[in-house]
């Protein structure tokens, strides 16, 4: 808002209430203040890769080719925050939602969740390699999952249920918050699942020199 607006809301205001407006503070926030959350937005999810991909790959140090984890969780990661900041642009166009300082926060927090439900598939595998010795990669990466689809689900059901009801009751300052929250939850559970875990496969097996060249 700039200053010729401010003095139209300033005496729109003294002519409905009849009497002088003290103005204690006023705040404009511009397309810099747009390019510098974006900016933070792209460092902060850069370092928690980072971050990630360390632990992981020393977390699962035990286990083959402990990197191929921390890569995998790594694309799992990017593809829900490309949800995220997909869906927050579809909104931005059409109702006018603003990516402030509550978005970074909320992807930040969806970064977590995906990292946290893919290192739990991935442990299970880890201790179903040395179970199921003989079975193949993909055999064992499937029941993986398997095991680990019920508490992946209850898990973020009940914290859907909150977001739910932060939505509904928290009011309006929060709602974007939550809502981007709730998005990120739900494409973290599929891709934790869906994605993690079958990119690992495709990279054991290196599936992917029959997709371009098939026999």
């Not at 939550?178 to 690992?200: K, R």
């Amino acid at each position: 808002m700039d200053d010729a607006s401010k003095g139209k809301v300033i005496s729109a205001l003294e002519a409905e209430f009849v009497s002088a407006v003290d103005l204690l503070s006023f705040e404009s926030v511009g397309p810099v203040v747009g390019r510098e959350v974006a900016g933070r937005a792209v460092q902060a999810v850069a370092i928690a890769a980072l971050g990630i991909l360390a632990y992981i790959t020393y977390a699962f140090r035990g286990v083959q080719n402990s990197f191929r984890y921390g890569v995998c969780a790594i694309f799992a990661l990017l593809h829900d925050v490309l949800i995220v900041v997909g869906v927050a642009a579809i909104l931005g166009r059409t109702l006018g939602w603003e990516v402030d300082a509550l978005f970074l926060t909320a992807l930040l927090t969806v970064i977590g969740f995906s990292v946290h439900d893919s290192i739990v598939v991935f442990d299970r595998i880890r201790e179903n390699l040395s179970r199921y010795r003989r079975a193949d990669y993909e055999e064992v990466v499937n029941l993986s999952v398997v095991q680990t689809l019920d508490r992946s689900i209850n898990t973020q059901l009940t914290a859907l249920f909150t977001l739910l009801a932060l939505a509904l009751f928290g009011g309006a300052t929060i709602f974007h918050f939550v809502v981007t929250m709730m998005i990120g939850l739900l494409s973290g559970t599929y891709s934790s699942m869906f994605n993690a875990a079958p990119i690992l496969v495709v990279w054991e097996k290196r599936e992917w020199r029959r997709w371009f060249w098939r026999s």
